[in-house]
Nanobody, 118 residues
Framework: QVQLVESGGGLVQPGGSLRLSCAAS????????MGWYRQAPGKQRELVAA???????NYADSVKGRFTISRDSGKNTVYLQMNSLKPEDTAVYYC????????????WGQGTQVTVSS
């Protein structure tokens, strides 16, 4: 059974930093990409950042220069370092793992709340 365990969310003041972690276990397929998505109240889920098995990264324009995604392939873990946080970054952040032939396997974490407020 594939499980994604997220950690690191919380409440932070504007300008502050948080680091999210997501550890994948039970994967029976080759992981092609890991990423973070977020969903704010009343909005659609959107991509924040993703990283491939070849360490190619992709970021939403709104987080470029502030967020950094990285991974530890040996631990099947992906990280999201979030700096210079803004109130508009407030959302539930979800970890995503894709793999297998043509990304036939697609799994999501349960989400972790990030709140940026003074």
């Amino acid at each position: 059974q594939v499980q994604l365990v997220e950690s690191g969310g919380g409440l932070v003041q504007p300008g502050g930093s948080l680091r999210l972690s997501c550890a994948a276990s039970g994967t029976f397929f080759n992981i092609n990409a890991m990423g973070w998505y977020r969903q704010a109240p009343g909005k659609q889920r959107e991509l924040v950042a993703a990283i491939t098995s070849g360490d190619v990264t992709n970021y939403a324009d709104s987080v470029k220069g502030r967020f950094t995604i990285s991974r530890d392939s040996g631990k099947n873990t992906v990280y999201l370092q979030m700096n210079s946080l803004k109130p508009e970054d407030t959302a539930v952040y979800y970890c995503n793992v894709r793999g297998g032939w043509l990304n036939k396997y697609d799994y999501w974490g349960q989400g972790t709340q990030v709140t940026v407020s003074s």
